[in-house]
């Protein structure tokens, strides 16, 4: 078995944002949705010909991904889910919720890094429901890279290997050129998409030819655990399969550890599963990851009988499980036999699972992510926070002695983020909060999750998240778990803790 050992590629910031209407005024930070990069996983069975970078050199170079995910998705997602820009099919795309573009993205990562010569990719035309997609960002294994017109360039050289890629679309044909100082980018109910995206490789004749990407395929079927942490809109065991390592299932007893709570999975068809991906523990950070408890060990197999007991390591680092023996079936169970103590809780949690069936990776689908968007929806619909759902909204910040900007998404999907970069006289400081949300009132929302925040402050001053004053000219970089509410009436957007400034749309 070939080992790899990769460093994890420091965050970089970048410097400038860029505000919705596409011109460059200031640049948001890496957020967990472009910095999902993790150790390439050593103990990995599966084989090499299928993922490494030998492949690059045969006739037909391909790759598995192994994490594949958008942050805004319309329905049905099944029609319009990022792995259409994979499947050779110009009329297939990935298409965002209607009124979404701006600062939305689609990520996927490799099993192993891959030497990436160049990315071309295409929009979907524009169309009664799609609006035009003019440009992105690429974020090359979690570090802001170029920007990529893509009625204008061809292609855009890469030449590295790349563990992920974050595509994050900057121009759309939504608005015209005027930055707004506040408010909604967009109002309409236009989409839009990307229906290819190709990664140019050399082939062992050392030409440039594209690389067959492989999906994880979605499977129909359901999933049942023991119990789910409330809100269980927040650790629903659907999160086990939505290929974001930020989001996973806990279990509900905050009492008593995770030890003997168990996950069903139902296949609507018969399926083959010869091995287990896992990624223990919540991987939204290493914060997150020590806090909660992991599993030390698992038995699985068909619904019903004693399964095979496997060890799991206590690590960030996917782990693929090898089954004793193939099964196939239609309903499988995991139980949790012993788990790792986290520091502070009592919440066991799983962040995402896989399975091989020899051929393909595959991912149980159930369907409730959008039964729960529909709920969301329908509720924002009767509330003042129809109007911003989904749609990026921009606020700038001019005071005496700072001024910055902040832009915030509260999607339907369950998830949002939040960039603020203020500038002051003696400090700079960038901060980004995303996780999930849910309903508290018809005018209120909670919303949690991670906080990260970067600054300089060249004088002593007061930091008011820690409660301490942080010495001067040093560094701030810090990732904390957060908790706020945000209020919101027919017009403004407020934070509780004052995280951000008003929002006004
Ligand atoms: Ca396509
Ligand atoms: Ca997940
Ligand atoms: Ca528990």
């Not at 810090?478 to 749309?505: A, C, H």
Request: glycine share 8%.
């Amino acid at each position: 078995m070939k080992k790899a050992v990769f460093v994890l590629i420091a965050l970089s910031i970048a410097a400038v944002f860029l505000s919705c209407t596409g011109e460059e005024v200031s640049d948001p930070p890496v957020t967990s949705e472009q910095e999902t990069e993790e150790p390439v996983n050593s103990e990995s069975t599966v084989p090499e010909d299928e993922i490494t970078e030998e492949t690059a050199q045969e006739e037909e170079p391909g790759a598995f991904v192994e994490l594949c995910y958008a942050t805004s998705v319309n329905m049905p997602e099944d029609q319009f889910g990022p792995e259409n820009v994979f499947d050779n099919d110009p009329n297939t795309g990935w298409v965002t919720m209607p009124g979404a573009g701006p600062s939305e993205g689609l990520f996927f990562s490799f099993e192993t890094p891959i030497h990436i010569d160049a990315i071309s990719m295409q929009a979907l035309p524009e169309s009664n429901s799609i609006a035009e997609l003019y440009s992105v960002r690429l974020y090359i294994n979690g570090i802001s890279g170029p920007y990529y017109d893509i009625h204008r360039e061809e292609s855009v050289s890469i030449d590295r290997k790349v563990k992920s890629l974050f595509i994050r679309i900057s121009g759309t044909g939504y608005h015209g050129r005027e930055v707004p100082e506040n408010g909604l980018c967009y109002n309409g109910s236009l989409s839009v998409g990307i229906s290819e995206v190709n990664l140019l490789v050399e082939n062992e004749y050392g030409q440039e030819v594209p690389l067959q990407i492989q999906p994880v395929t979605r499977v129909s079927g359901s999933i049942q655990a023991s119990s789910s942490l409330d809100p269980v809109e927040a650790y629903n065991p659907d999160f086990l399969f939505d290929s974001r390592s930020d989001f996973g299932w806990s279990d509900g007893n905050t009492e008593s550890s995770g030890q003997g709570e168990n996950l069903s999975f139902h296949f609507d068809q018969s399926q083959r599963i010869e091995k287990i991906k896992i990624w223990n523990g919540y991987h939204r950070s290493q914060t997150h990851f020590d806090q909660n408890e992991r599993v030390a060990s698992i038995s699985f197999g068909p619904q019903g009988e004693d399964g095979s007991v496997y060890s799991i390591n206590d690590t960030m680092v996917p782990q693929v499980i090898t089954l004793e023996t193939p099964l196939e079936g239609q309903s499988f169970s995991l139980n949790i036999l012993d788990v790792y103590e986290g520091a502070t809780y009592k919440d066991l949690v799983i962040s995402e699972l896989c399975f091989f069936d020899g051929n393909d990776w595959f991912q149980l689908r159930s369907g409730e992510g959008e039964v729960r968007k529909n709920q969301l929806l329908e509720w924002a619909q009767n509330t003042d926070a129809g109007v911003f759902i989904d749609r990026q909204i921009y606020a700038r910040i001019w005071s005496e002695d700072s001024n910055g900007e902040q832009h915030f998404i509260l999607r339907s999907n369950g998830s949002f983020i939040i960039w603020k970069l203020l500038e002051m006289d003696d400090s700079d400081e960038t901060m980004y909060a995303d996780g999930n949300w849910q309903i508290i009132d018809d005018n209120s929302v909670r919303i949690f999750g991670k906080l990260h925040r970067m600054g300089s402050y060249l004088e002593y001053a007061y930091d008011p998240y820690s409660g301490a004053i942080p010495p001067p000219e040093v560094e701030l970089d810090r990732t904390t778990i957060f908790t706020d509410i945000l209020e919101f009436d027919g017009e403004t957007i407020s934070s509780q803790r004052g995280m951000f400034e008003e929002f006004t749309f």
